[in-house]
């Protein structure tokens, strides 16, 4: 299947009106209708992530992953977003949300744009499938056509659970995500529960065409009268659930938080249900059985023809061999600056240093902490923790410098979705070595990225930063790109170490001059901001403002971006996923422009630049401008201060991805993507790869800040 590079599936609907097209005038417009509604905003996003998978010049297995991603993306969507939206339905029929939607009109748009964008998945999986047979992995679908793989499927079987009740009975225990088979006789049913997602997929004997894989849940519904000799089988098929996942807790109760989070999690596997998908070619009495049995209406019951959670098939993208059928590998460099240095501290303290991942190696991170637990001059660490891996060398090297006696303190945010239990794990570890675990922040979550290290020197103590735009979790510095600044700068240190004192007390943000922090501060910061442009456009000024950020939502945000276009300041934005701004639309936003990059990598850092009537201010930050990430977290954005760093940010990466016309898609003022056209006779930019070669020809020196001041290592470092 070709790829039309100006697919635009669907147009996202406003509140009040039709969007106006490119060139009309905004006049009449109400806030409401300057505003894109963020769940369809979001469907449009992984809408360009399937196009990813329809690309025929993308490699076979990369496709798939993204054919994958696009499932996973939506099981996520569901149990967050569309779980919120029926409770509002449901609790306040009447409420609209700030793009002037009902959610009861936000869910029946969802449930339109969820079958067309599954129909397309279908097509598009068919393809891949396809072009992977020829390329020598043949997986099997279906089953109908033949019974010559029924003997070595069965002798690869997994054990199966089987339950068989009457039609009055109630559902057995279902749990959220995990794939099912249906059986229907008269009178009765079954349930046959798919073992985990992994063992799906079974790998058969390979042949002289390849290897070869079954679908064992397909290959149980075709072979469903086998299964029951003894009963008429009226239907078979495949489905799945998916639960709400908020998880219900009272952070001012008395008594521990862990406890209430754990058990919320407990709980979250008998939740409302809010999806049912079947895959199947129709729908059928047994599929409205199952809906009703689980007290769902019509709008929650998804029928697909395709196979169910297509993350199981991503097994195949980690399989060995087939290395021209996946991109490249990319090999994150050390920059030479590191390996030249006597210590990582001796790097760290001559110049400020900007880490680009996965192009930067992020075991110079690891490194940093493994050289503090390590170094007897180092007396205290601090640290943020979000997400990290089950195995993670960075808590580790934390648990091992508690150990060894130096003061270790970690706030732990046991809140982050789906990644709940391992923190708990984690908070657990750290206290058992020795660190100190900060209290959770009740109903605030702790998403800001930070290090720092105290260390003894010469000259007294002195601080060692690192502040981020990701998490410490290797795995997906290998996947997400992010920033990172190394920096021993004293002002900062001072602010990091307030903040930290903050998060400790679970006392309220203020007197920061150089960060910018939520809850509250960061919000009113950004629309200072914003706003000084706009004074200094419309006082005969340049006015210049480009922010990269994974979603906008805020519509105070967005109104103060409307009113410095209006002024004729110059809004360059790289939004990655969710924006509720309209762009180019004459009188309200004819100056903003919206490009969206996605490739290989997820684009995952946020960087925010505002030209300051020549000062250039440059802050990077784990902060999306919405408003949970402004209210509801404590977050920061801290500033680049070196000149030459500053101008590396602007002029290579932010530069590179507005200029990106490989990978890039724009906004129109419809609430439509088109993918970025390249001119003829303008050299190909991607924005990835380039970063990639930089990279790679050790050309990183642009990360470098200037040199401090000239002086060789210390002599106890030397000696090291």
């Not at 990279?695 to 020196?701: E, L, N, P, V």
Request: charged residues 30%; contains cysteine.
């Amino acid at each position: 299947m070709a790829a039309d590079p100006n697919f635009t599936p669907f147009r996202v609907k406003l509140g009040g009106a039709p969007a106006p097209a490119a060139g009309s005038a905004a006049a009449g417009m109400d806030r409401a209708e300057r505003l894109f509604n963020r769940d369809l905003s979001w469907l449009a996003f992984n809408e360009r992530v399937l196009s990813e998978a329809d690309d025929p010049s993308v490699p076979p297995l990369e496709r798939l992953r993204f054919a994958t991603i696009v499932s996973s993306n939506l099981d996520e969507f569901f149990m967050v977003r569309v779980a919120e939206a029926a409770r509002v339905a449901r609790r306040h029929p009447n409420h609209r949300f700030p793009d002037g939607l009902t959610a009861a009109q936000v869910l029946a748009q969802i449930r339109e744009q969820v079958l067309r964008q599954k129909d397309r998945q279908a097509r598009v999986l068919e393809d891949v499938l396809e072009v992977l047979r020829r390329k020598g992995i043949h997986v099997y679908k279906d089953f109908n056509a033949g019974r010559w793989l029924d003997s070595e499927i069965q002798s690869l079987l997994p054990e199966l659970a089987i339950t068989v009740r009457k039609s009055s009975e109630p559902l057995p225990p279902l749990p959220s995500a995990r794939i099912h088979v249906f059986v229907r006789f008269p009178g009765k049913y079954a349930i046959i529960a798919v073992a985990q997602r992994e063992s799906r997929l079974v790998k058969l004997r390979p042949s002289r065409r390849g290897r070869r894989y079954a679908l064992i849940e397909r290959w149980l519904s075709s072979r469903a009268a086998e299964i029951f000799p003894d009963q008429e089988v009226i239907e078979a098929f495949p489905f799945k659930i998916i639960r709400d996942a908020d998880l219900r807790y009272r952070p001012d109760e008395e008594g521990s938080l862990e406890e209430q989070i754990v058990e919320a999690i407990q709980r979250r596997q008998r939740a409302k249900v809010v999806r049912l998908e079947v895959d199947a070619p129709a729908y059928s009495e047994g599929a409205l059985f199952l809906a009703a049995a689980l007290n769902l209406d019509s709008a929650g019951l998804y029928r697909f023809n395709l196979p169910l959670d297509l993350r199981t098939l991503a097994i195949l993208y980690n399989e060995k061999g087939f290395h021209r059928l996946r991109y490249k590998p990319v090999k994150p460099q050390v920059p030479s600056y590191f390996r030249e240095a006597q210590t990582i501290f001796e790097a760290v303290r001559r110049r400020d240093i900007l880490l680009h991942h996965p192009y930067d190696s992020f075991d110079i991170v690891i490194r940093l902490l493994r050289a503090a637990a390590a170094d007897p001059r180092v007396t205290r660490i601090y640290h943020t923790m979000y997400r990290t891996s089950r195995e993670s060398p960075v808590l580790a090297a934390l648990q091992e410098a508690a150990r060894r006696g130096k003061k270790v303190t970690v706030y732990v945010e046991i809140k982050a979705r789906f990644d709940e239990l391992n923190n708990v794990r984690w908070a657990s570890e750290l206290r058992r070595a020795g660190a100190r675990v900060v209290q959770p922040l009740g109903r605030f979550k702790v998403h800001s990225k930070l290090t720092q290290i105290v260390r003894t020197e010469a000259d007294g103590e002195a601080s060692y930063l690192h502040l981020g735009t990701g998490n410490y979790n290797p795995i997906t510095a290998l996947q997400y790109t992010d920033l990172g600044l190394l920096t021993c700068d004293p002002a900062l240190a001072r602010e990091v170490t307030a903040y930290f004192s903050i998060l400790s007390r679970a006392g309220p943000p203020s007197g920061f001059e150089e960060l910018l922090v939520a809850p509250g501060d960061l919000h009113r910061q950004i629309l200072k901001l914003i706003e000084d442009e706009t004074r200094i456009q419309l006082g005969g000024g340049r006015g210049w403002i480009i922010a990269k950020i994974n979603s906008l939502v805020d519509p105070d945000i967005i109104e103060a971006l409307y009113r410095a276009s209006k002024a004729g300041v110059s809004v360059d934005l790289l939004v990655r996923g969710i924006c509720c701004l309209l762009p180019g639309i004459k009188g309200l936003s004819e100056n903003v422009r919206v490009v969206s990059v996605i490739d290989r990598f997820l684009e995952h850092s946020r960087v925010y630049y505002f030209l300051a009537g020549g000062e250039e201010k440059l802050y990077l930050s784990s902060a999306d401008w919405m408003p949970r990430n402004f209210y509801t977290r404590y977050e920061f954005a801290f500033p680049v201060k070196d000149p030459d760093l500053k101008r590396y940010v602007r002029d290579v990466i932010l530069a590179k991805g507005l200029a990106d016309n490989a990978k890039a898609w724009t906004l129109k003022p419809d609430g439509s993507y088109a993918r970025v056209q390249r001119p003829a006779g303008v050299p190909p930019v991607r924005s990835q790869m380039f970063f990639e070669a930089l990279a790679r020809k050790g050309a990183t020196d642009y990360g470098l800040g200037r040199p401090r001041q000239a002086q060789p290592p210390r002599k106890e470092e030397a000696q090291r």
